[in-house]
């Protein structure tokens, strides 16, 4: 039994898959297809983009990070205070 399907057709149900769970896919494979010939200070300008974002978003979502981001008192330092 020849089971061959169309390439547009499998293309077509992956992209409606993708869409459907919500996943970034195409998003991040445009943003990869954007970024993969940018110079050393382009890709460190990306890092830098994002992990503001990152930051900004873990600020907004993180109880944790809104109250300053104190160490728990569980958690000694790793050298004696001067």
Same mark, same amino acid.
């Given at each position: #039994?020849? #089971?061959?399907?169309?390439?547009?057709?499998?293309?077509?149900?992956?992209?409606?898959?993708?869409?459907?769970?919500?996943?970034?896919?195409?998003? #991040?494979?445009?943003?990869?297809?954007?970024?993969?010939w940018?110079?050393?200070?382009?890709i460190?300008?990306?890092?830098?983009?994002?992990?503001?974002?990152?930051?900004?978003?873990?600020?907004?979502?993180?109880?944790?990070?809104?109250?300053?981001?104190?160490?728990?008192a569980?958690?000694?330092?790793?050298?004696?205070?001067?």
């Open positions: #039994m020849n #089971m061959n399907v169309p390439a547009w057709f499998s293309r077509s149900i992956y992209r409606a898959q993708e869409a459907a769970m919500h996943r970034p896919t195409f998003a #991040m494979l445009a943003e990869l297809e954007r970024t993969q940018l110079s050393r200070e382009g460190e300008a990306c890092q830098t983009q994002r992990l503001n974002y990152e930051l900004a978003s873990a600020l907004a979502h993180s109880p944790g990070m809104q109250q300053g981001c104190s160490r728990p569980w958690l000694k330092p790793s050298r004696p205070a001067r």
